[in-house]
């Protein structure tokens, strides 16, 4: 494992995640290089715990961009082709005789090699009746920004709309703002292509937050991005450290990046005002206007009000049963402004506000937009909750709903009775800080107490009082159920 990290250029203390000897870490150096053979030398010990991994964090975590963080995680994972290489690849490719065999290369081909657009347009010249299969299947391994070229290669209108179909995850995927819910067959080489992008973003994103002293949003305290994880509908707890990408199944999962837009300059107005114009003198179906929408998301900063324009363009609630564009796999029928919301909610200026300007200015967690029901009906934001987690959506200025500076929170945070996993991180920090304003503010405030740790209080009927030594941590286990009145 030395000699492997070595020759990867990886150093030892970030190849070696953990290591015990005899389930003691080792003090010291553990291991050695001797200067005249180049051979490792190991510490000796009856027995060894390692954790090992080639995945450098140093390779991405000082990417400018997104962009370039999945180029260069895809760098230590893929081997891009050069001419070199090249040449036995198209004399295996040329050598075979059938086109099942042909395609099973290529799939192997896109799997472990980054490729470029005349290696792709070889292949499709050596087999023209194969291109639309050809493209769907190296579709994602193929090294370039902008992918509507490959597409322009299928010339049958036919064959050009079902590749459209194949791809289109893929296609319309946007790195640069990749905030969004996803639904993947890892059968799909596109569909497994935007998952392994994903999981480099989700990456990228982690480092950086962890490093930046950013908010942990995460769902279980990890800064992960990703939520409500689920394959073949089966829920799994997703681990950058641990989990890998398998090769069959329907995966669904959240994603929801850590960084927030800080002082950035708006958008100018007159260009927004014009991206709505083009929008609503197009004839393209609402899901194609949001699919567009978000592919420029990234270069857009809106203040709360601008927001407001952009969710008030598309239609409330959800769309009707047999919508053009709508997933017919789809379990729940989409949300135009609930999509919108999630996709803009890392690109809008003033999510909260300090107190005394949230007594007269608009900010989008909270009465004016996101718990509005003028704007987005309460199925919307409970879809938005879901998606985004509890401590992107919490709104503790109106945590009593009768109650906060705007004076209109009958609506906000959904309701005032909370029903809280205290098993989650997300969860377990709202938890906290209700416990620890009730704890500071004057007369009863918790009322309706429930927490399924309490067991014994349900048998005798005895109501549940939260106890001093919840200050200032109650436990991670159970769910805590109550009603907060200031």
């Excluded at 017919?328 to 996709?343: E, K, Y």
């Excluded at 809280?420 to 009863?444: M, P, R, S, T």
């Excluded at 014994?456 to 939260?466: D, K």
Aim: hydrophobic share 40%.
């Amino acid at each position: 494992l030395c000699r492997r990290a070595d020759i990867s250029k990886v150093a030892q203390s970030t190849a070696f995640r953990e290591i015990k000897f005899n389930n003691v870490k080792p003090k010291g150096e553990w291991c050695s290089k001797d200067a005249r053979t180049g051979a490792w030398v190991i510490k000796e010990t009856k027995k060894a715990f390692i954790s090992f991994t080639l995945q450098d964090i140093s390779v991405i975590e000082n990417a400018p961009s997104a962009m370039i963080a999945v180029k260069q995680f895809f760098k230590t994972r893929k081997i891009p082709v050069s001419l070199r290489r090249f040449l036995p690849l198209a004399a295996a490719f040329k050598s075979m005789n059938t086109d099942h065999q042909r395609l099973m290369f290529l799939r192997s081909l896109k799997s472990d090699f980054m490729i470029k657009f005349c290696h792709l347009t070889w292949f499709a010249s050596c087999c023209p009746e194969l291109t639309p299969e050809i493209v769907g299947v190296l579709f994602s391994a193929v090294d370039m920004l902008d992918k509507s070229p490959l597409l322009e290669m299928v010339k049958n209108k036919d064959q050009l709309r079902a590749c459209q179909t194949k791809t289109a995850r893929l296609f319309y995927f946007n790195p640069l703002n990749a905030t969004d819910r996803f639904r993947l067959a890892l059968e799909n080489p596109a569909d497994r292509g935007v998952a392994e992008r994903l999981m480099a973003i989700n990456l990228w994103d982690r480092v950086r937050a962890m490093g930046g002293g950013i908010l942990d949003a995460s769902r279980r305290g990890n800064f992960e991005g990703f939520r409500n994880e689920r394959l073949d509908r089966l829920p799994f707890e997703f681990n950058c450290t641990s989990w890998d990408l398998p090769f069959t199944g329907v995966l669904e999962w959240d994603y929801v990046s850590p960084m927030k837009l800080g002082k950035e300059k708006r958008t100018d107005p007159r260009i927004l005002q014009k991206v709505l114009d083009v929008l609503g003198n197009s004839k393209c179906v609402w899901v194609s206007k949001v699919q567009a929408l978000r592919s420029i998301s990234h270069s857009f900063v809106l203040t709360p009000e601008n927001l407001w324009d952009y969710l008030s363009f598309f239609p409330k609630g959800r769309l009707p049963v047999g919508s053009p564009g709508v997933d017919p796999d789809t379990l729940v029928l989409p949300s135009c402004r609930a999509d919108v919301f999630v996709m803009m909610f890392c690109r809008t200026l003033h999510l909260m506000l300090p107190p005394k300007q949230a007594e007269k200015d608009m900010y989008v967690v909270g009465p004016h937009i996101l718990y509005n029901r003028d704007l987005l009906d309460p199925g919307c934001m409970v879809e938005i909750r879901e998606r985004l987690g509890w401590l992107n959506t919490f709104d503790a200025y109106h945590c009593c709903a009768a109650k906060g500076p705007t004076k209109r929170g009958k609506d906000v945070n959904l309701s005032d009775t909370y029903s809280l996993d205290l098993g989650f991180h997300e969860e377990f920090q709202v938890a906290k800080f209700l416990i620890l304003l009730g704890a500071v503010e004057d007369g009863e405030n918790m009322l309706e107490c429930h927490w399924t740790g309490a067991g014994f209080l349900e048998r005798t009927g005895a109501p549940f009082l939260v106890p001093a030594s919840w200050l200032p941590d109650p436990p991670a286990h159970g769910v805590f159920s109550l009603r907060y009145s200031s």
